[in-house]
């Protein structure tokens, strides 16, 4: 009898080598653990997409290429992206209209649109909402290190809010709807892709992309993976609905994967568990707001939990803003409404918490009661005094004092650190006295001073002289283009406001120097160090952004991928302010290309802007 | 006159200068600014530049950026210090900054009333009649891309400085060619060394060579000329 050869079938180099590429099918562990949570769609090829960016660093990370891959378009690498993700979703517009689809366009596969809250749906309670114009494709491990990879503008799914506004399904692309066709913009791709490459740069937690491919007209698919793609909206439309059995979950699926991903080891396996998930997103929301606040990152939170991950992490970028100054006026008018300012994103977290723990009751009985306004003030309370922990640790940090220092003065230091940020704040939040002014995408008094050009001149010309500025010298360093002389003018008030600021400034370097036995020159030379990088003159804002986006997307010569890659790179890098790093910063800016040079020169010009 | 052209290298390349500078220096607690060549991801490198030179006992640190707008008292303090350093990079850059803050000017007359002036490879050579060694040779120049036709520089010394130079016949070929075309000589010197300036006497550290009129001397360690 001939013996059937155990051999496998030869594969095709390509194949072999971008293997993992095929576990983005459509299948993720969300589907067997929360089969409520999502509507299925079949799909269909997308042709003529351009592959723009493909993230490489990332793609290695995630096990997707090797790590030796070169930094290179290859066909085979452009054939298997194609592949995987350049598709559209079979929507009920082409199921009711019987659209017909011949077998070579149809693909292999179910893909989850997942339901969740969404304020500007018509019903507010996440019956009809969720995922609009995107997809999960699925899920990829590499070590200890798991990544979500989910897909934006692959057409209309039936939980985009004009589905419900309208009472209709659209065809994908549909023009005679601009939100809600289901396409995505390359510019919101690009946007995404500049601003998250910056934030994960700086060890913030975000989405980022993988890679955006270009179907002309400004229309793209933009392709994202995080380490888990669960929002707080995903949990509270079952919450909204009393629906326990999905509510319980997608908590439980959220709980197993964060101890799964090695986080949450400590986390009991009883309904105490509810307890501990609630103590951890109070911990990351009150975390994140104080982080938001203090690096002037506009978030539009709400209610529904919808802009942001269960993690902490930034997600859809549309409205993310980072301010060179406190601007804490500033509004983004989404047409109908106008969001939260910068200062209200504290409040609109304190409402997520608050829908955490009324989560953790009904988990924990299901006829529980609405929280009462004791239960709030016990959250809030709790919240608070992680968020001013926070916000104290973060001032420490910006002055340039190391963690252990920190530490010292946030255990024996209280009263100082509370009359330091006294007067920081005054300057920080002083307004400019021409009031509310409209700009391009909404509304906003401008900040008038830019206190870290103050952090990092400080120690220097303290040091160097021996004493401390003066007044006018103060108002000088931290006077922005946005100042005019009436807003700088030294009235006894701002005087007072400023002798406070260096009493409490130098009294907290006193503290440390005594505590680590250091003399106040040596730990005023370390704080220079340290302030120099962490404050430097130019940091990246959301207009500095907008406009990188725009030359990219208008280079007089085609950028390939390759070559937006190099830039990503090397921009993230300029813009890395991380100080305990022990690699020297690998960025220079006479070896840069023009376009990185112009990149820079963009960020310098709107350095004080929203 | 004090003055100090570093070629070029990492800080632990140069510690011999340095140590030889800060022996200029009359005071206790001498201070330095720091002047990068471009300000863009400059605290990256005043960082490293406080970091090392620490080790060597200073102190006392200004960061002063000429291609952004500074208040008059940070150029006065900035001029205050014992020594001021000229940072690497793009010598066009570098130059069209310095002048168009009017900065040229005040270094000279820091150096004038006794001051300490260092330079690394770009700072060197602003130090020099003119920046005519930042462009070439074709494989190791800066590029010009501000557009400077204004090559004129500080002058503070009679000859022309040429850093980061391996001693090899490509590179010999061009400066050979260059020397016959200036009436005073050139010296080449290698990363880790440099020349130091004292009142009218030029000390030369590490490898460095004089290109004069077509020829090429090798200069001895610590070998002395006259200004």
Redesign the interface.
């Known amino acids: 009898m001939a013996q059937t050869s155990k051999k496998k079938p030869h594969s095709k180099p390509s194949e072999k080598k971008y293997k993992n590429f095929l576990k983005l099918n459509g299948e993720h562990p969300l589907k067997d653990s929360c089969p409520d949570s999502y509507i299925l769609y079949k799909t269909r090829k997308r042709t003529g997409g351009e592959v723009k960016f493909f993230n490489f660093d990332l793609a290695k990370e995630m096990g997707l290429i090797d790590s030796n891959h070169p930094y290179e378009m290859s066909k085979s690498l452009e054939k298997i992206i194609h592949d995987t993700f350049s598709f559209l979703i079979i929507n009920e517009y082409d199921l009711e209209n019987d659209i017909k689809f011949s077998a070579k366009e149809l693909r292999e596969g179910e893909y989850m649109a997942t339901r969740y809250l969404q304020l500007q749906h018509p019903n507010k309670q996440g019956k009809t909402s969720g995922d609009g114009r995107s997809v999960w494709l699925g899920q990829i491990k590499k070590k200890s290190k798991t990544w979500d990879v989910s897909s934006a503008g692959v057409g209309a799914t039936s939980l985009s809010p004009a589905t419900h506004i309208y009472e209709k399904n659209f065809q994908s692309g549909d023009p005679s709807i601009s939100y809600g066709c289901g396409y995505a913009e390359i510019d919101e791709g690009f946007e995404t892709l500049f601003f998250s490459e910056v934030l994960k740069k700086n060890n913030y937690s975000t989405e980022q992309i993988l890679a955006i491919i270009d179907f002309g007209n400004g229309i793209s698919i933009n392709v994202r993976a995080h380490e888990n793609l669960i929002r707080p909206s995903h949990l509270f439309c079952w919450y909204k609905q009393r629906d326990h059995q999905a509510l319980k979950a997608i908590v439980d699926y959220y709980i197993d994967s964060q101890i799964s991903r090695g986080y949450w080891q400590d986390c009991p396996k009883n309904k105490k568990k509810y307890d501990y998930f609630l103590d951890r997103e109070l911990e990351v929301f009150a975390n994140l707001s104080a982080d938001f606040e203090d690096d002037y990152i506009f978030c539009w939170l709400d209610w529904d939990g919808d802009n942001i991950l269960m993690d902490g992490g930034i997600i859809d970028y549309g409205s993310i803003r980072q301010f060179g100054l406190f601007h804490h006026e500033y509004r983004f008018d989404d047409v109908d409404q106008y969001s939260t300012n910068i200062k209200e994103q504290k409040n609109k977290a304190k409402l997520i918490v608050n829908t955490f723990a009324g989560i953790r009751n009904f988990l924990k009985d299901e006829n529980s009661k609405d929280l009462t306004k004791k239960d709030k003030k016990e959250i809030s309370n709790k919240f608070d005094l992680l968020f001013n922990m926070r916000r104290q640790s973060n001032a420490l940090k910006r002055i340039g004092f190391k963690q252990t220092q920190i530490e010292f003065l946030l255990k024996h230091c209280q009263k100082d650190i509370t009359e330091y940020l006294k007067s920081f704040s005054y300057f920080e939040r002083a307004k400019s006295s021409v009031g509310l002014v409209q700009v391009s995408d909404g509304i906003t008094c401008d900040a008038i001073f830019c206190m870290r050009d103050i952090l ?2 400080l120690p ?2 303290s ?3 021996g004493e401390a500025l ?1 007044h006018a ?1 103060f108002i ?2 931290i006077r922005s283009n946005y100042a005019s002389d009436e807003d700088v003018a030294l009235t006894p008030y701002k005087r007072k406001k400023i002798n406070h600021f260096l009493k409490y400034y130098f009294k907290l370097v006193e503290e440390v120097a005594k505590e680590f036995n250091l003399t106040k ?2 730990l005023l ?1 370390e704080i ?3 302030s ?2 962490i404050n ?3 940091r990246v804002t959301g207009d500095s952004i907008t406009h990188i986006v725009q030359k990219v997307l208008h280079a007089d010569k085609k950028l390939s991928p390759e070559k937006i890659s190099t830039l990503v790179r090397q921009f993230s890098e ?1 813009q890395n302010l991380s ?1 305990d790093d022990k690699k ?2 690998s ?1 220079r ?2 070896e840069s290309s ?1 376009m990185m ?1 112009s990149f ?1 020169k963009i960020v ?1 010009n709107h350095r004080d802007g929203i | 006159m004090y003055l100090c052209l570093y070629s070029g290298g990492d800080e632990i390349d140069n510690i011999d200068i340095d140590k030889k500078v800060l022996s200029l220096v009359k005071k206790k607690d001498p201070s330095v600014t720091y002047i990068p060549s471009c300000s863009y991801a400059s605290e990256h490198y005043f960082k490293d530049f406080v970091d090392h030179y620490k080790k060597i006992g200073i102190t006392r640190f200004i960061h002063f950026a000429v291609d952004v707008p500074q208040p008059e008292f940070m150029i006065e303090e900035a001029f205050k210090s014992d020594i001021i350093h000229l940072s690497g990079g793009n010598t066009y850059y570098f130059l069209k900054y310095l002048r168009k803050g009017q900065y040229l000017k005040k270094l000279k007359a820091f150096v004038k009333r006794g001051g300490i002036l260092t330079g690394l490879s770009a700072g060197s050579i602003i130090m020099t009649p003119t920046i005519d060694t930042a462009g070439f040779p074709d494989f190791d120049k800066d590029d010009n891309e501000e557009n400077v036709t204004n090559f004129k520089a500080m002058g503070l010394v009679n000859f022309e400085f040429f850093p980061h130079y391996k001693n090899s016949k490509r590179y010999d070929d061009e400066l050979l060619k260059h020397s016959k075309k200036i009436s005073s000589p050139l010296y080449a010197c290698t990363d880790g060394s440099g020349i130091i300036v004292e009142k009218k006497a030029l000390t030369f550290y590490g490898k460095c060579f004089m290109f004069y009129q077509g020829k090429k001397v090798k200069l001895d360690t610590t070998s002395r000329l006259g200004l």
Do not use: A, G, P
Request: proline share 0%; glycine share 0%.
């Open positions: 990092r001149v220097q010309v040091l160097h002289r003066k010298e000088e360093i020159e040596n030379l220079t160090m340290r120099s990088v430097r003159y130019d300029s100080v020297k910063s960025f800016y006479h023009k040079k820079l310098r």
